[in-house]
């Protein structure tokens, strides 16, 4: 373990790069954004057109700077939970549609991951024939994944949906079974010594030795349904974060952008630090 | 379908669109849309109330692409949806795909597109130069892409082999003109000025100098939806033909600008979307530019247009030879309906239509006759 003082140093360095980061996006962003053109600027009207006028201010031609991000990502989170109509919502509503969405794939997916993680865990011979489809469909992007489930769901909320689910069960899958394979022999001779049913040898034995595997694999589904969420989102559209990007992407607004990319980090991070809280409470030293 | 239509319709001459004549079998209908300009009659009918006065609520759904669009309206996600005009022909035609009849309830807009190029290409204005180029398109079922090939190939150059075509978002169309991975494009507004205004391209060619006068977007149905739903299917017709008669007014424009850069609309700068909705407007090269044609409003679909349409479909072969043109035109663009409505409605600012269903036109000087266009089949009555 860390020792109070070296905790201590590890945030004071990570507060010192958060700002070094700052200061050279600031360096890097206003130093260059006043941009001469190489067009004449006589023509007056020209000018207006083109935005270069005092009421207009200077359009956003560059990446923002840091003042600038932080000004339109007020704009947008004092309102976090405006909603004008189905394609105006705040970026609250579009959090909120995102991680609904990820908990009922993502449920899905434990629901079926576990308990068939189980079984073939305790079924070499299962394992073995299920084995190459499952490493087949493993690697499969989401966005791979979209056109098929498109066509054949023809729902694009389902869609979405079923895009975290199939993304997410198998390292939850995979996690399980490998899991439940590795239990020590002595333990389960020990069940069967004592006549344990399979429902006391599943629930005493084979759950809290295997929990610590399976909550990892549970972990690391997260991380992709979080991941695959975006991407769906970004191609089906009408609500959730990843709508939020591609909406904010159509005007070129690259503050709501970088604000949006900033949330799904930090929901990202509060998803993972949760089970990171759950896997130290079911781990066990041998 | 055409009996059902006839019954629907019977009554229309007589009734005003405030009085509605037969109650709509859907109140509530979803409609998609992508947030381009082209799109301004279908978000006008919404925004001035013109679906509402037909006993309809609408949800228009913000849709990130072509493709998904197409998917939604074909699996019932959608009521209608904001089409690229060669999409119903494509669909009804099986390009690629088994045949699903879609129709063209309306057509939404006149011209409004444009070529624009990357500043460092300034002086390269001739199309005999541009071999090995890469353009961005929105889609392969787009008017985009059957005039930038068209235009290609009137100066000689194969749009297969000469350069490369990239079916893109127009948004990334900005981001990858600036990036430098493509040459140019040609896209909807309000991208081509947002290219211009932020110094990364300029307006090479607008394709009202290409073809004046041609579709670009529609508004579709499925078959199915129509004959199950006629009189909803009439109402949103005449919603879509008031709101293109409100487009067409060059005094509306403004406000129209103003609506669409609303963040549940384009979700764009009210600047840019003026300057192609006025034909006021900076090029990109330094000069101010007026063409009142740049952007245009029409409901309707003449059937000449589609046979272009279909026949560059065929020239670059999304579509057998041995289909025939005329017949599947005549089913998919409902300009009989369409002129009935229009007559009823007898709207101020709707220009009178073209006296044939086949009026003549010139693309890049070159005319198209398409009333001496061969019928394998004849046309059905």
Known sequence: MMSRADHLKGVVLSLILALILLFSWQYLTESNSIQSHDISAENREYEILMGHTQATQQPDHNFPSPRQFALEAWQELKAPFHNTSTNDRGIGWQLGASLYRVIIGYGLAVLVAVPLGLLLGQQPILRAALNPFIQILRPIS????????????????????????????????????????????????????????????????????????????????????????????????????????????????????????????????????????????????? | MASTLGAALSGIATQSHAAVPYPVEKKALKIGFVPISCAAPLIMAQAKGYFQDEGITVELRKTPGWALIRDN????????????SPMPLALSAGAGHTPHPVRAVTMQNINGQAITLALKHRERRD??????????????????????????????????????????????????????????????????????????????????????????????????????????????????????????????RLEAAQILSKPEYLNHSELVIRQGLTGHYADGLGNVKNNLHRAEFSPFPYYSSGVWMME??????????????????????????????????ALADLP??????????????????????????????
């Not at chain 1, 079923?162 to 333990?187: A, D, H, M, Y």
């Not at chain 2, 977007?217 to 879509?240: D, H, S």
């Not at chain 2, 289909?323 to 009823?344: G, K, Y």
């Not at chain 2, 001496?372 to 059905?380: A, D, E, M, V």
């Open chain 2, 127 to 252: 199309p005999r130069d541009w071999k090995g180029m890469t353009f961005a398109i929105p889609f392969e079922f787009s008017m985009h892409n059957l005039m930038l090939r068209a235009y290609l190939a009137h100066y000689g150059l194969d749009p297969d082999h000469d350069v490369t075509l990239r079916v893109t978002a127009p948004p990334e169309m900005v981001a990858n003109l600036r990036a430098g991975n493509i040459d140019g494009f040609l896209g909807p507004e309000p991208f081509n000025q947002r290219a211009v205004i932020n110094e990364i391209g300029f307006l090479h060619i607008l394709t009202a100098e290409i073809w004046d006068g041609h579709p670009c977007c529609a508004l579709g149905m499925t078959e199915e939806f129509i004959a199950e739903n006629p009189n909803t299917y009439a109402a949103v017709q005449r919603a879509m033909i008031r709101a293109a008669a409100f487009m067409h007014k060059m005094e509306n």
């Open chain 2, 312 to 345: 560059q479909m065929q020239r670059w072969g999304y579509i057998p030879r041995s289909v025939d043109s005329r017949n599947i035109v005549e089913q998919v663009f409902l300009l009989p309906d369409v002129r009935r409505q229009a007559t009823a409605l």
């Open chain 1, 142 to 286: 989401p966005l791979a994944w979209m056109p098929i489930a498109l066509y054949t769901i023809k729902n694009a909320e389902e869609c979405g949906i079923f895009v975290i689910f199939i993304c997410s069960v198998w390292p939850i899958l995979l996690n399980t079974s490998f899991g439940v394979s590795r239990l020590r022999k002595e333990w389960l001779d020990v069940a069967k010594t004592l006549e344990l049913g399979w429902a006391r040898r599943l629930w005493l034995i084979i759950l809290p030795a295997s929990a610590p595997t399976i909550v990892t694999g549970m972990r690391v589904g997260l991380g992709i349904a979080w991941l695959a969420i975006i991407a769906a989102e970004m191609l089906v559209g009408s609500s959730g974060i990843g709508y939020f990007v591609w909406n904010q992407w159509n005007n070129l607004s690259i503050s709501n952008v970088i604000l949006a990319v900033l949330l799904i980090g930090i929901t990202g991070m509060i998803l993972d630090t949760t089970f990171a809280a759950l896997q130290r409470r079911v781990s066990y030293a041998e």
């Open chain 2, 352 to 381: 009178s239509p073209e006296n044939t269903n086949y009026p003549d036109f010139q693309v890049l000087g070159v005319p198209f006759t398409a009333s001496t266009y061969p019928s394998t089949q004849g046309t059905k009555p």
């Open chain 2, 73 to 84: 309206l074909l699996n019932g996600s959608f009521d209608a949806s904001h089409l690229l």
